[in-house]
């Protein structure tokens, strides 16, 4: 997740989504009225309604499987583990788009997808580095719609995210509803998901109970974390936890040991993708020296998610039920 953001893709079996036998009303056809939506703070016309898209990253493509968009779809690019799909109820989206690149979106595939907008956020595609940009593809003639828990938010020159995480997934579904036309879908999508995560806030564990957690993505001599604006800030939170960087205005970031060890986190959670196993990660932690103190080590308590449950997307409402899950047994044994 550091340089490329949209590693492995480990996909949880036990995931259900609330509304996946709902009617999904058809796309909205192509018409000349444009739509207007504020993304990333800024206002964002569309001359019409998008019939190529393609897509960054597993989170991303599958908003747009989620809202049955798969017809407006010419690519998406993620690498080749998708993981166990058997769970999932929009699986058949990646049966039926054309899958662009194991690696990330380039200027090269999205010219010859004809794509007519490119759905990508900042460090989920979207880089300064070979400027792969919103700008760049704007002199193209490509729009861009860009994740909204990627937004940049001025705190410093990279930092990302300007809402709480499950507020970002609910203003792009409500923006996609609107722009393509599926405003209902969106609507009972998003509320089947906060049905679900009431109801384990509502069982979660409250006050002094509430177990402190740690975000462990990756790294050894610095560890790469969630501030309070990437998606495991609300899972954390809504599952019955606290997460023990919330202070730090950003969303994926890079912390020091020292902080983690001064927090003393009763739960550390790992984001399970890339070369690095989620158990390898596991020995890492338990055997680091300077973590043998802190409460989550001493007593093993390591909780393993996958990539795409931890990043914007429609996998966040079953993280929370399952992390929610072990976080009232762990207050229960405290």
């Known amino acids: 997740m550091r340089k490329l953001i949209a590693t ?12 996946c036998g709902a009617t999904v009303e058809k796309a909205a056809e192509a018409k000349s009225s444009a739509v207007t939506l504020t993304n990333c703070g800024r206002k964002v016309t569309f001359d019409k309604v998008p019939e190529r898209v393609v897509t960054n990253d597993v ?20 690498p080749d583990d ?40 900042w460090n989920y595609g979207f880089r300064e580095e070979g400027g792969f940009t919103p700008e760049a593809l704007k002199k193209l003639g490509i729009p861009s719609y860009v994740l909204t828990e990627s937004c940049r938010n001025g705190r410093t020159e990279n930092a990302r995210g300007i809402m709480p995480p ?20 969106a609507a009972e999508l998003i509320a089947g998901f906060r049905k679900r995560i009431a109801e384990v806030h509502d069982r979660a564990p409250k006050g002094a109970d509430r177990p402190k957690v740690f975000l462990y993505d990756s790294g050894q001599d610095q560890p790469f974390t969630s501030g309070r ?53 596991r020995k890492f932690l338990l055997s680091y020296g300077p973590l043998r103190n802190v409460s989550a080590v001493k007593h093993k308590r390591i909780f393993v998610l996958d990539y795409v449950d931890l ?6 409402p079953s993280a929370v039920e399952r992390l929610g899950a072990y976080l009232r047994e762990v207050a229960a044994e405290r």
């Not at 492995?8 to 509304?19: D, I, P, R």
């Not at 929009?90 to 200027?107: A, H, I, N, P």
């Not at 990043?311 to 966040?316: I, K, L, T, Y």
């Open 82 to 121: 998708k993981g166990d799909l058997a769970g999932v109820p929009w699986k058949d989206g990646y049966e039926k788009v054309k899958w662009l690149s194991k690696d990330q979106l380039t200027r090269e595939n999205v010219l010859d997808a004809r794509a007519d907008l490119v759905f990508a956020g």
């Open 59 to 78: 989170g991303i493509t599958e908003l747009m499987f989620a809202l049955g968009l798969e017809d407006r779809m010419a690519g998406f690019a993620m």
């Open 166 to 185: 499950l507020q970002a997934l609910y203003t792009d579904l409500t923006n996609l509803g609107k722009l393509f036309g599926v405003e209902q879908r």
């Open 229 to 281: 604006y990437a998606a495991p800030e609300q899972i954390i939170t809504e599952a019955g936890g606290t997460n023990v960087m919330h202070d730090v205005a950003d969303s994926w970031t890079t912390v020091g040991w020292e902080s983690v060890v001064e927090r003393d986190p009763d739960v550390i959670v790992i984001c399970d993708y890339g070369d690095v196993s989620a158990e390898q990660k």
């Open 311 to 316: 990043v914007e997307s429609p996998r966040n």
């Open 8 to 19: 492995a893709l480990c996909l949880a079996a036990t995931v259900t989504a609330t509304g």
